[in-house]
């Protein structure tokens, strides 16, 4: 059973453009959101968190949206720079401080 | 500020043996978590630690065991390593204070091979 969910397995994008990263969830009890990016081999790296409490986090380039209703968080990049590429991760807080992720978006971005 | 340190970076094992892992937290962080990514099952949690008491444990066996001790460095084992055991543990330090944020960073991750 599958918590969090990102169904589109990869992303492509033009240099400059927006980069919409999608992320779905079941759980109504989770209580924090956060993304990460990954390169491979390496551990993820935190690029940014928004409370349920919340429909909207902004900071530099990454705004991450919540739709509580909907059950659906998305993470915007704009612009999108070729150093984004990589595989990023969405992750929901639930009992304790425990992370479900979902499997990762691959996003390239093409210069 | 240090990150999160994980040693070693990479081991090889064989089947039947056991295995210790080390992390070191971000000074200040009193809340260690460890995570299993493999190919198949994508990141999932383990176990998490705080104040040298296990939190919270995921879906895994009881041959995956941790502790963490007074300085919040944590360690995991897992023993009677299996083949389907290789993969990339990752251990991540988050401070704590109720209802906060509670980002969690990750340091770089052991690569277990179990051979």
């Not at chain 1, 492509?12 to 919409?20: H, L």
């Not at chain 2, 962080?29 to 939190?55: A, C, I, K, N």
């Not at chain 2, 041959?63 to 897992?78: D, I, L, P």
Request: glycine share 10%.
């Amino acid at each position: 059973d599958q918590q969090v969910k990102q169904n589109s397995p990869s992303l492509s994008v033009q240099e400059g453009r927006i980069s919409i990263l999608n992320c779905d969830y079941t759980n109504s009890m989770f209580d924090y959101f956060l993304w990460y990016k990954k390169y491979p081999a390496e551990g993820p790296t935190f690029l940014i968190s928004i409370s349920s409490i919340k429909d909207k986090n902004e900071d530099g380039r990454f705004t991450v949206f919540l739709n509580k209703s909907a059950k659906h968080l998305s993470l915007h990049i704009v612009p999108s720079q070729p150093g984004d590429s990589a595989v990023y991760f969405c992750a929901a807080r639930g009992a304790g401080n425990m992370l479900t992720f979902g499997g990762g978006t691959r996003l390239m971005v093409k210069p | 500020k240090a990150g999160v340190t994980q040693t070693p970076r990479y081991l090889i094992k064989t089947r039947g043996q056991q295995v210790t892992l080390s992390c070191s937290p971000i000074s200040g962080h009193r809340s260690v978590s460890w995570y299993q990514q493999t190919p198949g099952q994508g990141l999932q949690f383990l176990f998490e630690y705080f104040s040298e008491t296990q939190r919270n444990k995921g879906n895994f066996p009881g041959r995956f065991s941790g502790r963490q001790f007074s300085n919040s460095r944590s360690e995991m084992n897992v023993s009677t390593l299996e083949l389907g055991d290789s993969a990339l543990y990752l251990c991540a330090s988050s401070l704590e204070w109720a209802g906060g944020a509670a980002e969690q960073f990750f340091g770089p991750g052991t690569r277990l091979t179990v051979l």
